[in-house]
């Protein structure tokens, strides 16, 4: 099961998901690291699997 939101091809750091997430919301994708990264130190394992979980179900754009 994949969501209908790509992941980044050109707005990566690890594997483009923030960067797909926020091309999707037309956010800026450097406050959304940012504030994932505050996120996942003060919930550690919750935003850590969240982002591999988004990471298997995102599309990939190079398919």
Do not use: E, Q
């Not at 690291?33 to 190079?62: E, G, Q, S």
């Amino acid at each position: 099961m994949h969501i209908n939101i790509y992941r980044s091809a050109t707005n990566r750091v690890f594997g483009g998901v923030l960067g797909g997430l926020a091309d999707y919301f037309d956010w800026n994708a450097n406050v959304l690291r940012i504030i994932w990264v505050l996120a996942t130190i003060c919930f550690h394992v919750i935003f850590i699997l969240a982002y591999f979980v988004l990471l298997l179900l995102m599309k990939n754009p190079y398919n």
